[in-house]
């Protein structure tokens, strides 16, 4: 397999030209083609720890990066009123405590607090469980600093992701992929030739006539997916009963001058709206349901709650949660929006893109239509599609609110079986279990399911080996140095203002 022909630029499609460049063998010659009169979505302003191992990955200097897209660091996601109004919670990035050989660190806070309700030990002594994350405490006091220590540190215990402008970053990327020889073409593309007898595709032509033959072909032409689904006709599988959400209103307006090191989301009467703070600017938008709120109706909401001033007029997007029956078909693999969309509650839109990359680099087909990597592929992304899906559910399903119709419709909905074993189990002994390469970690599950008010009955009885008056002690203790290790850091902004100011030519 000699010819890679990427259809459509936008971060995906960069995201795949670089990582491509820096992996596939000498003789693979890589195009990408796109167009300056079709738009990007670029809204994902918010992103996961992982794509600082992309990043590393390519080479790419997290300061550089950056100071290139006006980059803030994001410790978590703080999410106000969805459990109840009046209510918010944390979830952190980093982890909850220390564990021991034998026993998860949840399970001696689910005793401690315990101990607390029964009236054995004060409730004071009993705490928030983000009292015992780094992350969580940093988040609040405005503070942050690089993971650094041994294991057994508390600073390495730290997390982080980025906000950060995705046009920007798909900018940067572009410079390093033509760097590394990958070939871009301007132009739109209008047909497809296709093997009447395989149902490969053969080449692409451009509006200009030209035509773009190739081995393998990557679609990453957004929610149009020009290739996997017009031509290619890989069903949609869609997740509108789980995940009713369907459109999302976007708008940038001006910066904070103390931008907090995480993402706010706050539920609204038919969806969530999120603020995400950049060096130059605040990302703000409100996805809802366009069964439960009008378009205007939304629009008045979002620009009632803004704190900043507008930069521009809102975008206007339309959107099905899903993804496609098959990812890879014939010699085609369809990665970013083409593949799949899972609504943006949870950052995962470029970690899904960087996913749909990490797997076809790992199964690189030895020709463009190989039976054996493509299988693979598809259930892979599948897997990783539905394990997030099951994620973003357990937010909506989990709530005791019941002011608006939308908030008991997701509270009463039925949800997929894969999350409802998982609450079952965690109610039952307070245990969770995901796939060792699950994206989100146990720690990611207990907050979400602390902070939307579901409580394990009991903990694990292996935590009694423990003397009580060791485990007070010791967690006590565990606390305060997480405190005092929070309030030593310098804060998020006087990092950002020595290590990550923009360069002057970012735009």
Same mark, same amino acid.
């Given at each position: ?15 795949? !030209? *670089?990582? +491509?460049? #820096?992996?596939?063998? /000498? &003789?693979?010659?890589?195009?990408? %083609?796109? $167009? ?75 005793k401690l607090n315990k101990l607390a309700r029964d009236g054995v030990i004060s409730k004071d002594i ?11 405490? !940093? *988040?609040? +006091?405005? #503070?942050?600093?690089? /993971? &650094?220590?041994?294991?057994?540190? %508390?600073? $390495? ?106 993402? #706010? ?151 997929p079986q894969t999350l409802k074993e998982k609450i079952e189990f965690f109610q039952s002994s307070g ?77």
């Open positions: 397999m000699k010819r890679v022909v990427i259809v459509g630029g936008g971060t995906s499609g960069w995201m795949c !030209a *670089a990582a +491509l460049a #820096r992996v596939s063998p /000498p &003789q693979t010659h890589i195009t990408l %083609i796109e $167009s300056d009169d079709i738009g990007i979505i670029g809204v994902g302003e918010a992103t996961i720890p992982l794509l600082a191992e992309f990043n590393q990955f390519l080479g790419i200097d997290e300061h550089e990066m950056l100071r290139a897209c006006s980059g803030t660091f994001k410790l978590g996601i703080e999410f106000i009123d969805w459990y109840k109004k009046a209510e918010r919670y944390f979830h952190p990035f980093g982890f909850f405590g220390k564990d021991t050989p034998d026993i998860p660190f949840h399970q001696l806070w689910l009993a705490s928030d469980i983000c009292d015992y994350n780094l992350c969580t405490r !940093a *988040a609040k +006091l405005g #503070r942050f600093a690089q /993971p &650094q220590g041994g294991a057994n540190t %508390i600073m $390495s215990t730290m997390r982080h992701a980025y906000h950060f402008d995705s046009s920007a970053y798909g900018k940067l990327l572009r410079r390093y992929a033509e760097q590394k020889q990958v070939m871009r073409i301007e132009g739109k593309v209008v047909d497809v030739c296709q093997d009447r007898i395989s149902g490969n595709i053969h080449s692409v032509v451009l509006e200009s006539g030209q035509e773009i033959e190739g081995d393998l072909f990557i679609d990453c032409s957004g929610f149009r997916a020009l290739l996997i689904a017009e031509h290619l006709k890989s069903e949609f599988i869609d997740w509108s009963k789980y995940l009713p959400c369907d459109r999302a209103i976007a708008i940038q307006t001006t910066s904070y001058s103390n931008p907090p090191a995480y993402t #706010r989301a706050y539920a609204q009467k038919a969806g969530w709206r999120w603020e995400i703070p950049l060096q130059n600017r605040t990302g703000n938008g409100y996805v809802y349901s366009s069964a439960h709120l009008s378009q205007d109706a939304a629009l008045n909401s979002l620009m009632g709650s803004i704190q900043t001033t507008p930069l521009h007029e809102p975008r206007h997007l339309k959107f099905r949660t899903g993804h496609r029956q098959t990812f890879w078909q014939n010699n085609c693999v369809a990665i970013g929006l083409a593949g799949g969309f899972i609504e943006p509650l949870e950052s995962t839109s470029i970690h899904l893109v960087q996913v749909g990359i990490q797997h076809l680099t790992k199964w690189w087909p030895a020709n463009g239509d190989s039976g054996a990597e493509k299988t693979r592929y598809n259930q892979a992304m599948a897997a990783e599609y539905q394990d997030i899906r099951d994620f973003i559910v357990l937010h909506y399903s989990a709530t005791s609110r019941n002011d608006s119709a939308f908030w008991r419709h997701v509270r009463d909905m039925p949800i245990q969770i279990f995901t796939k060792p390469d699950a994206l989100f970690t146990p720690h990611s599950w207990i907050a979400v399911m602390l902070g939307q008010g579901i409580q394990p009955a009991h903990y694990d009885e292996l935590v009694d080996r423990i003397p009580q008056k060791a485990l007070v002690s010791n967690l006590h203790g565990l606390r305060e140095s997480i405190r005092r290790t929070a309030e030593s850091m310098t804060t998020h902004q006087h990092y950002l203002i020595t290590h990550c100011t923009p360069c002057k030519s970012a735009s």
